[in-house]
């Protein structure tokens, strides 16, 4: 067993090197932690801040042994990690966080759907289908509009059809690959918002201000912070992001998305068991920023402030809109983020900027 | 030539892989840029969050055609580089900033002081000494009782004796190794106040609040920034920063230690042409801290804003004070800043905590 609090000099394994790693070891090292990263690619962006990279695919047996040996815990920057690894790295004895159950939910759209329901934190109607059979069925239990998405993989919109008419089911069912599917009923949202939250090894909680998000092509776009919202919405929100933390046994940071709907009420879109992109504004509009504030729950360390110290506007880089670069560097109120990726892809994420304001 | 300002993706060579270069490698990692450190030292703290770490002594010529050829342009986190290893950077061809005036300056405290007189900057009397005879004499020029320093070298109190009489003068300058010496009067100072200020590539300035600094043996204690202080004297520090800066012909982040005498006077206590531990307090009390001003500095880039967000106490962890992390952890008022350092010697620098207090 890892001695808890974790002390400074320890090394964290983290899995996935992307930007969320990076920024994840970045806030590791301010506390004295040094960082492992497992991930396929052999140059990933969390590998260049980090004392170790260890590329292989994420269910090789060797590299999760070499990942154990080095780290005392171990936890990941997003939700797909195959549950063979997990497994593998219990069986070896280091512990991950967030815990298993966090990954069975968050992998599963119908499950992550049940268990919310379950915890009293309402969605959408939703129903699965295995067949096209099924998801007609499951058009007509929900209503059609409705939108289809397979119940595993799938981020920034992708993996999801919309379906007009519930014949025209059959189709989308075809064109997603003919997987498991779940198909939600359209959600008539005036605004979509996520609050961030952390849950420590001793139970304590800790939520930011929310953040109000705009997407484009199912990518984020921006996000707001705080969000401009009634105290009861508020309150609503926090006592969603309780009852998920609480639900799920929780450690670590936690994103979870909302609608709201007209007249204020919220329900929850998806939860993401890791930091979330809506939660960069934190990193120039908190004094402890998401990154800390999950390396603190998972290392045992008592959580940070969360109160907002700036009102910040926070703007994803998408493929070549990075080299706005220069622009930006010479705004006195903005913030630049970069994630050292090689190449600017369309609608990758390069970077962001945190424009700040005064509260 | 190096195509400025330096484009993101593109490598910083840093000379030193101490806690300022960590700090400065983090910074510049925000900024999409990958670090390559040079240092003796096999594991050096900032090694373990940078791209590349090169071990080997910093004048090894091979060591430095390898720096050179990995990174686009240099910096350093201490003023006691071997004028050997930039002047060899400088036949390879790739830049150094900040520039050998200031290393030249800043290694030689006679040039130093020198320098700042006769750029407008006052200091306490002082004169130098090669021998024996010219140190009982020098302290005769100055005054007893005079501090003994050596020209070069030295820091965190080392490398100096306080001389009360002209004639123990001679033995200690036989204690202090029989090198050429600087005597300079004593100075009856109120404060120790610091200003931290940047200068960028096209001669633009900008200055950091003045820290009020606290030593005990010759290490800094803690720093209180920004200093209470008249607008005249921050007007004063502001001129000499300014004339030092532009004196030097100065591309980067500098610090300048002064001394605050009874009336409000200021007089320079000594400069160091680097990141400085008297502006740790800007991590958490400025939009933009001292090393991400650095890194935009010496890449070219606009400097960003200085300005006070929050009033900071800064406190060093020397040697096992860093074992109170847990402490400090726990308390809300507290940003943690630990360096990694593998063995905590006592006095040996191995964290600091900034405490930050509304404006």
């Known amino acids: ?45 969390a590998g260049r801040v980090s004392a170790h990279a260890i590329p292989a695919p994420y269910d090789d047996p060797r590299a999760l042994e070499a990942l154990a040996a080095a780290a005392s815990l171990v936890t990941y920057e997003f939700e797909n990690v195959p549950a063979g690894a997990v497994a593998k790295l219990a069986e070896i004895g280091v512990e991950v966080a967030p815990g298993p159950l966090a990954l069975k939910v968050a992998q599963d759209r119908w499950e992550e759907k049940t268990f919310l ?126 009852r998920i933390l609480t639900g799920l046994d929780y450690v670590g940071v936690i994103g979870v998305e909302l609608f709201e709907m007209a007249g204020g009420n919220l329900l929850v879109n998806e939860i993401a068991p890791r930091v979330h992109n809506t939660g960069h504004w934190t990193m120039d509009g908190c004094a402890v920023d998401q990154f800390e504030q999950h390396i603190r729950a998972v290392a045992g360390w008592p959580l940070g402030p969360t109160h907002a110290i700036a009102r910040v506007e926070m703007l994803n880089l998408l493929g070549d809109e990075v080299d706005g670069w220069r622009r930006f560097a010479g705004e ?28």
């Open 117 to 242: 329901n379950a915890n009293g934190a309402a969605t959408v109607a939703f129903a699965k289908a295995d067949t096209a059979e099924e998801a007609v069925a499951a058009v007509e239990t929900v209503g059609a509009p409705a939108l289809m998405k397979t119940r595993r993989e799938g981020y920034d919109g992708k993996g999801q059809r919309w379906v007009e008419h519930a014949a025209e089911a059959d189709r989308a069912f075809a064109e997603l690959g003919g997987v498991p599917v779940i198909l939600e009923a359209a959600a008539a949202f005036e605004r979509e918002l996520s609050i961030i939250a952390a849950r420590g090894r001793d139970g304590s909680m800790a939520v930011y201000p929310l953040a109000e998000n705009h997407h484009e092509n199912g990518i984020l776009r921006r996000s707001i912070a705080p969000a401009r919202l009634s105290p009861q919405a508020r309150e609503q929100a926090e006592r969603i992001a309780a």
């Open 1 to 45: 067993m890892t001695d808890l609090p974790l002390a400074p000099g320890s090394t964290i394994g983290i899995l996935g090197g992307g930007q969320l790693g990076r920024m994840l070891a970045v806030a590791a090292s301010r506390l004295g932690f040094d960082i492992v990263i497992l991930d396929p690619d052999p140059d990933p962006p």
């Open 332 to 359: 006195p109120e903005t913030r630049v983020h970069l994630y050292g990726k090689r190449e600017a892809k369309p609608g990758r994420k390069m970077g962001h900027v945190n424009r700040v304001k005064a509260l």
